[in-house]
């Protein structure tokens, strides 16, 4: 006979804690699963990301193009100069791409920055060696190729070694690239580098040296940079000018403007002999003489003294009420 009981509800209450419970840790299984797939994908990435370094991907895609022999230069050569033939072209310039990889790392020396900048400018280079390239002549490509890439290498450091350039003449850019090599071998045979003696070994003035040893040891500064960190004062600040300022000029532009206008609105308030005085006496660069205005008037030289200060008087009360700032303006009695 089979026992066949009925569960009581304390059972009941049992199996269903039990039921939530696993459902519970089936639920934090699931989360805990998918955030560490989550951790693994992104260490994954950043990991490919960090790895990624475009100098050695683009050495590794340049390495595919073999070199080419004597003869199969002057054939692609004679193909360009002859039928413009873009595919001969494109075959003589990747088989050059690490004759510019060499050539820039020579230079790197020099500029110490992003090597990839340097090779792009010697790529333009060969490009144009590509174009000019005479196949008929007893020269070797790469050797004719390498004056081309150089020049494009050069240009670029001398226009961005500084925010102003540097070298714009022939002699400041033989200087850029040769001044400290000439100082170092003085030194190393015993002489001190003087200006005098650097002059007569590199061929140009003394005032050419000085000015390019200090170009070259001093770097761009901002006139708005702060002196310090927790300074509001600007480096310009501390320069002093003989020019006046663009503000200034354009505040006295305004202020002779404006007395300009005053002032012929008060030569309509004269009388005529008040506005012969004002015109010969006061308002002119070659004043007549007292006697002058006084005879022509029949009046003595004192009166046309006392008719002078009176006009003076009367446009300075006149400024001054027609004008609201004028009490601070730099004027005079004359």
């Known amino acids: 006979m089979a026992d066949t009981k009925k569960k009581t509800s304390k059972e009941e209450d049992n199996d269903k804690a039990v039921a939530e419970t696993l459902d519970g840790v089936l639920e934090e299984t699931e989360v805990q699963q998918k955030e560490a797939k989550n951790k693994a994908a992104t260490v994954e990435r950043d990991k490919s990301l960090v790895e990624y370094d475009p100098l050695q991907r683009y050495l590794a895609e340049i390495n595919q193009y073999r070199l080419l022999t004597r003869e199969e230069e002057i054939d692609l050569g004679k193909r360009i100069r002859e039928n413009g033939d873009k595919e001969a072209a494109y075959t003589l310039a990747t088989a050059n791409l690490r004759l510019v990889v060499k050539i820039a790392l020579e230079f790197q020396r020099v500029w110490m920055q992003n ?199 009367k446009m300075r009360a006149f400024f001054e009420r027609e004008i609201p700032d004028f009490a601070s303006m730099n004027t005079t009695d004359s």
């Open 115 to 313: 090597l990839l900048d340097l090779i792009q400018e010697g790529n333009i280079g060969l490009m144009h060696a590509v174009q000019k390239f005479d196949p008929y002549k007893n020269v070797k490509f790469s050797y004719y190729a390498s004056f081309w890439i150089k020049a494009y290498i050069l240009k670029f450091i001398m226009d961005n070694w500084r925010l102003v350039k540097i070298g714009t003449t022939q002699g400041q850019r033989k200087l850029f690239f040769k001044l400290k090599k000439e100082k170092q071998s003085l030194i190393d045979q015993g002489f001190i580098p003087q200006p005098k003696l650097l002059s007569d070994r590199l061929g140009v003035s003394e005032q050419e040296i000085n000015e390019m040893d200090q170009r070259l040891d001093g770097w761009d500064l901002s006139l708005d940079e702060p002196l310090k960190d927790d300074s509001d004062t600007e480096r310009g600040e501390f320069f002093s000018s003989n020019a006046e300022s663009v503000e200034n000029q354009m505040a006295k532009k305004e202020v002779e403007g404006l007395l300009k206008e005053k002032v012929a609105e008060f030569r309509q308030q004269l009388s005529p002999r008040e506005l012969e005085i004002f015109d010969k006496r006061i308002f002119t660069d070659t004043p007549q003489t007292l006697q002058d205005i006084g005879d022509k008037y029949d009046i003595s030289r004192e009166r046309v003294r006392q008719l002078e200060k009176n006009i003076v008087k």
